[in-house]
Nanobody, 124 residues
Framework: QVQLVESGGGSVQAGGSLRLSCAASGYTYTPYCMGWFRQAPGEEREGVATISSAGITSYADSVKGRFTISEDNAKNTLYVYLHLNSLKPEDTAMYYC????????????????WGQGTQVTVSS
């Protein structure tokens, strides 16, 4: 059973930066794909960025050039980070970390494990 714990959300002004962190533990095999998703009220969950165990990354067009995903594989715990730069009010959402063991895609259906989420609020 994979446990995911996110941290690092908060409130910032437009143009500011945040770093979200996700600690993944409890796995027998290292997840093949880690992803960050976000969901704003009344909207569908959106795949923001993914990173595979080979370090291959993928980003939504809306965040390319502003967000960066990275990971650090420590003993028994996988840390995944999302660096959010040049934030815009439309980036306001609950951000979720997710782990998957199959295809590395920004489609949420490929991820079987989810964290509780961390809120990011960007004011204009």
């Amino acid at each position: 059973q994979v446990q995911l714990v996110e941290s690092g959300g908060g409130s910032v002004q437009a143009g500011g930066s945040l770093r979200l962190s996700c600690a993944a533990s409890g796995y027998t095999y290292t997840p093949y794909c880690m992803g960050w998703f976000r969901q704003a009220p009344g909207e569908e969950r959106e795949g923001v960025a993914t990173i595979s165990s080979a370090g291959i990354t993928s980003y939504a067009d809306s965040v390319k050039g502003r967000f960066t995903i990275s990971e650090d594989n420590a003993k028994n715990t996988l840390y995944v980070y999302l660096h959010l730069n040049s934030l815009k009010p439309e980036d306001t959402a609950m951000y979720y970390c997710a782990a998957g063991f199959s295809v590395c895609s920004r489609r949420s259906s490929f991820f079987g494990y989810w964290g509780q989420g961390t809120q990011v609020t960007v004011s204009s």
